[in-house]
């Protein structure tokens, strides 16, 4: 009876220690010593996920992390994705961060003006994506901004979710357009702001060159805009000066040739240049030329901007 109780006495004893002991190292620095990012993977269970810990340096006394798991019931609250660890992380914290979701937030940027073309591309260039690009994106379709993301996020998710941010901006601003305007539909705002977008080098002209175009619409004057001939043109794409033989080429897109607005867009437009088209200047112009600093000369008849494009050229031919 005596050598049972004192066994019993071990027992408890022995097992208090190690209790303690457990919470002395759950709560206490861990092993890990630099900073350090681990991807966890989705569909696994708590002993890989362990294992995955222990291999990358972040944990050294795997058992006591399951344990502790399971009785603060979060071993089936571990999400995957991409973790930041800190140096000397202690297991609580790293417990902490997996069964809350605490993941890093990847950020992709998409700058105002690129082609459809050219924003697959960036997303194929960004880091943790995964899986091709199925979407259809025709050209106008997304709204260039910064979007956050996790890894392992599909391309197609993403580009889901900026052609869902175009159509909710188009449907925003399109509340608020100027009466009268001579476009037709959500697409010709979109086409008239891809090529404002081209078109501008100052954010304070946005609205003077929409004007422009608007005011030729109305006159049914060809828009004759530069961009529209580049596009669709390899070799013209970064061709510095047009030639009269470039402004005549034949294509579907080419504001010289076809009257109004071209077909499709000509870039993913960012949303300043959206409400120009939307909310264009009152003006009299019908012309605009560059004027060496960024910005344009802008005139009322063909006899003020043909002056203006002598003065262009010679600050071009300065410069």
């Not at 260039?125 to 025709?138: F, Y």
């Not at 260039?144 to 869902?164: A, C, H, V």
Request: aromatic share 8%; charged share 20%; net charge positive.
């Amino acid at each position: 009876m005596k050598l049972s109780l004192f066994g019993f006495s071990v027992f408890i004893a022995a097992t208090t220690l190690f209790a303690c002991w457990g919470l002395n190292t759950h709560f206490s620095s861990g092993p890990l010593k630099s900073n350090t990012t681990v991807v966890i993977p989705s569909g696994i269970g708590l002993s890989h996920i362990t294992n995955i810990l222990t291999q990358r340096g972040i944990l050294n006394q795997p058992f006591v992390f399951k344990v502790a798991a399971k009785l603060l019931g979060k071993s089936k609250n571990l999400r995957a994705g991409e973790y930041f660890f800190e140096a000397y992380s202690s297991p609580d914290a790293v417990l902490e961060k997996l069964s809350s979701g605490n993941i890093i937030l990847r950020q992709l940027t998409i700058p105002e003006g690129l082609t459809s073309l050219e924003v697959i591309r960036k997303l194929y260039q960004a880091e943790g994506l995964i899986g091709q690009v199925s979407v259809k994106v025709p050209e106008g379709s997304v709204l260039p901004e910064t979007y956050n993301y996790e890894f392992g996020d599909t391309r197609n998710s993403i580009l889901l979710r900026m052609q869902k941010e175009m159509i909710l901006f188009i449907e925003k601003e399109s509340d608020k357009r100027r009466i009268n305007l001579p476009l037709k539909s959500k697409e010709d705002v979109i086409t008239l702001a891809s090529i404002i977008e081209k078109e501008a080098g100052l954010d304070s002209e946005r609205d003077i060159i929409a004007s422009v175009f608007i005011n030729r619409l109305n006159k049914k004057m060809k828009l004759q805009a530069d961009p529209t001939v580049r596009y669709g043109v390899s070799t013209l794409a970064n061709k510095k000066r047009l030639t009269h033989n470039d402004l005549n080429r034949e294509t579907a897109h080419n504001t010289y040739k076809i009257n109004g607005l071209p077909p499709t867009p000509i870039c993913n437009p960012g949303k300043a240049s959206i409400i120009a088209a939307l909310s264009p200047a009152s003006t009299d112009f019908f012309y605009f030329v560059a004027n060496g600093l960024g910005g344009h000369f802008f005139s009322k008849t063909l006899k003020e901007h043909n002056q203006n494009v002598l003065k262009w050229r010679e600050i071009r031919d300065r410069l």
